[in-house]
């Protein structure tokens, strides 16, 4: 059994993965952590991090950039694992996680969908095969309007896989009306829609001379995201310190 410690657990995904884990018969959630405290859980719930006193094999998050830190340094000092959700996080953030991964094990996933991170790798072999003949490469994302960052992480994250594969040449561009200029050809747009109850849209699009070939994907429920967050968690309460991500689950190394 894989005691888990949700962390933003009266948050949407907070409750959702809280359902997931009731239907999985080898994991549990023995405490959560959120600054509100409006909703009965079947788990106790504590609003500052610090008083937690329960223990825990691997702490999920998703919570909010600006809690990251603290959260790290809490799993530091008790040698917690972390699944790390939030997204929006900043370079010097960012930068602080990787250090604390030299200490604890962390997993650091922008997006925790089985399928985002199948279409991690199919862009890689898109981008070598049509960028030698010239395709452009735009992505839009599309999400809720209570979305507070954008572009979002999972959009910068097949962004970084293209640039990887493609030596890091490319720049990003997320914004054209500031500059009247062509398009630069080693650049990939990145544009975000923010409206309605849309859970997730992502869309790549290579366009050539003449053809267009575009890879989509679409969450259709949150359901994706806590499966795969569960899924992590199952994997990362079994290592000890490093940095991992959706990869290593999917491959179990």
């Known amino acids: ?41 079947p788990y106790p719930v504590f609003t500052d991090i610090n008083t937690l006193d329960v223990e825990g094999d691997v702490i999920i998050d998703f919570s909010t950039a600006k809690a990251v830190p603290s959260l790290i340094d809490y799993a530091k000092s008790r ?36 399928g985002v991170n199948l279409i991690l790798n199919l862009v890689k072999k898109a981008a070598q095969t049509l960028t030698s003949a010239n395709f452009d490469i735009e992505i839009i994302e599309k999400h809720h309007n209570q979305k507070i960052d954008a572009p979002s992480g999972t959009a910068l994250a097949i962004a970084d896989s293209i640039n990887a594969s493609l030596n890091n040449e490319y720049s990003y561009t997320y914004d054209r009306s500031k500059e009247r200029v062509k398009r630069d050809s080693k650049e ?21 001379k003449d053809e267009i070939i575009e890879l989509n994907h679409s969450a259709l429920s949150k359901d994706i995201f806590a499966v795969g967050a569960v899924n992590a968690a199952k994997f990362l309460s079994q290592k000890s310190e490093g940095m991992y991500d959706m990869q290593n689950v999917i491959e179990g190394n």
């Open 1 to 41: 059994m894989t005691r888990i410690i949700m962390h933003g657990c009266n948050g949407k995904m907070g409750q959702v993965i809280s359902k997931i884990v009731e239907e999985d018969n080898d994991t549990s959630i023995v405490a959560g952590i959120d600054i509100s405290d409006h909703i009965d859980n």
């Open 79 to 114: 040698k917690i694992p972390v699944v790390l959700c939030t997204t929006g996080l900043n370079d010097e953030q960012i930068n602080f996680v990787n250090e604390a991964s030299k200490e604890i094990a962390i997993l650091l996933s922008a997006n925790m969908s089985l």
């Open 188 to 208: 990939i747009g990145i544009h975000a829609v923010r409206g309605g109850t849309i859970v997730g849209e992502h869309s790549i699009i290579f366009a050539g």
